[in-house]
């Protein structure tokens, strides 16, 4: 596994804790002789009273207070726990956690002196990695590719906040543990890692860091190259394009030890670039001359694939605006469709998109610590949504205004600005190379993917381009699934090497080997609850039937039905704008908006209506994306619609399949907004919806949770008609008044078998 999909797995897991407050005497903090000797004080405070909902951040969070406290033996045997029973494989991930387990190793010798330690812990280093195959070693020497000042910061920005008072929360105290424990540990023994492994990377590899790329135009590309010390011919190149700075050289020994040689272009301004960072903006400009002169170097054999997944899925998108002919394949994962499921979904900008803009945009490498803040965003989250102030003035409540997040409010719709950073109609008709793409029933960009692979469907004629989806989440669906998702313990069948797939892939494509096994048709899906894949010619076949309910009401209670009703009713709801007594902020542990997969119980806003149907009589695959024709009427010009699926088992669990949001004045196109006639029915057709594949056990239900989407995750639409990133509390005016008709349906795809 590699360090950017532990990051994924690690670094977003800080929250679901519990509010117990103990006491935090700062003074004895006040200084690194009493922090080191309080530290370890605090964290035997909290290890017999730490619990979290969630069992990954309950594991991980565990083994660094334990660590912190001096328990060693108990740590080394959570980090396995935790390789087992989060990540599904204790062996594979042995490598997690190296730089504690070495540290440990070497401080039970009790070595006397600085040499001593030195010497021990080399030798410790070693036995350890040693053990590892080539991709756990290259896991191993990626932990120590950060920045020690950095970790200081971070760790006195956390131990700041916490001297704000004379109590900590039991969280907060294990995430100042977590940042404590880095830390300490990197002061201790960076420097000496760094001369091990600069000794392993002279003996094994050829590597340059420090690549420049000049374009056309005098911009600047900064690049990373590693390639075997032992392999004196041209390779394939393997290469990704990666806004995320930092990391670059463990990507690059990943992709040779693999085989070929590795190549990290960072986009234009990160790294060594002096440019400016604005990101999605400039990348399909430059991608053809940065492939341009990969080709050209002595080390490449004229064959490039191209891989990686988020921002990363959208670069190599990018990059097909003008196919250079060195790319043989690309291998987008969990693709990011700017301007369609971010910075907005639907037409619906996200809070997050100004966090995100923080992390990537605040230097030129990434800024980790203020993406970690979960506490500030979730404060500047909740602020903007207390006050009512437009969501155009939430850089300012943040205290750090940023025209990049201004420029993006500006285009609110899919207008030419998001269209020229990406293919558009014909021009995908011209993307001549096989495909490889993944994403996941869970997946917050799934609506990106598919965007991207049914533009394709729609304008080219080679059908070149395979589909894996199964149930994983954003970070799964880039190369290791997690064995648990929200209280769900995926089927044993979906428990695939993604990341091992994806070399495959390029063996096939680059070097003639056969095709991956897993890829028996163009789409290959994994039916959950089957335990199964499924391999289709096209996403159409995901299913061969349709099941349609209608609304229906009596008297407070809300039901689905497969007749249409004999006379069209509506079901009238009062969404008062000025309530703000709700604040559910999405917390890092949140599965695609869900808090849990699995769930007894749902706790719907009190502006969302619950729909229920009959239990079905036999089991039932839903399979696909569902369809909604909501014929409605209001007091506005303009809605957000939130529409969410459940399974409700006959015990009674709530199984959650997908959670859909669309902004109606753009329903029916998304590059121009149609405003609502006030008080007139009209119909909303949502077709942009995420896909799922689940089959469902007799005596199940179908729940549809829906309403007017408001809360501090995403901008308001008040329903006035003017922009809405512009909008504030005193455009709502009256509450918003609507009719849900009953002559409205939900259609469900699915699969007989």
Known sequence: MTKSIIILLICFSFQIGTSQKIYFDKSKFSDSLSISKNMPLLAKKILPIYKNANKATFLDSYARIQFVAGDYKDMERNFVTYSQEVLGDSIANRPMGFIYKAYARTITKAPKSNSDFEGTFTAEFYRLYNSFDNNGKNWAESYYEIKLAEMKTNFESRLKTAQASDSISTEDAAVLCRHYSRYFIYSKTLSIANKIIDKIEADTYIIDKNIIITLPNKSTISGTMVRYRNVSQPQPVVMKYNIYAGNELSQCKEIANMGYVG??????GKNLSNDPIEPYEHDGDDAYYILDWVSKQPWCNGKIGLYGGSYLGFAQWSAMKKVHPALKTIVPLVSV??????????????????????????????????????????????QYYKSGNSFRSLDSIEGNPSPLFQRWLDHPTYDTYWQNMTPQKEAFANINIPI???????????????YYYNQYQKYNKTNNYYLIIGPYDHGGSQGHPKKELGG????????IPINTIIFQWFDYILKDAKRPDILKDKVNFEIMGKNEWKSVASLEK????????YLSSKDTKYSLQKTAPKKTTSINQIVDFKDRSEINIYNDNYINGFPNVIDSIIKPEKHLLVFESDPISEPVIISGSLKASLKISSNKKDIDVELQLYEKTAKGQYFALSNNLQRASLAKDRTKRQLLLPNKIETIDINQTFITSKELQK????????????????????????????????DAKEPLEIKWYTNSTITLPILKL
């Open 263 to 268: 190549f990290i272009a960072n986009t234009r």
């Open 337 to 382: 469709g700017a301007g369609i499921d971010f910075p907005m979904q639907n037409g619906i900008f996200m809070s997050y998109a100004l966090r995100w803009i923080h992390y990537v945009a605040n230097n030129k490498l990434t800024d980790l610590g203020d993406f970690q803040n979960s506490k500030k965003w979730d404060e500047v989250f909740s």
């Open 436 to 450: 490889l793409s993944t994403t996941g029933y869970y997946d917050d960009d799934q609506l990106g993917a598919m």
């Open 488 to 495: 769900y313990v995926i089927d044993e069948a979906a428990n």
């Open 542 to 549: 995901m299913h061969n039937q349709d099941l349609t309910f």
């Open 699 to 730: 005596g199940s239900s179908i729940v549809i949770v829906m309403g007017v989407n408001k809360n501090p995750n995403w901008e308001v639409n008040y329903g006035s008609g003017k922009d809405v990133s512009s909008e504030t509390l005193a």
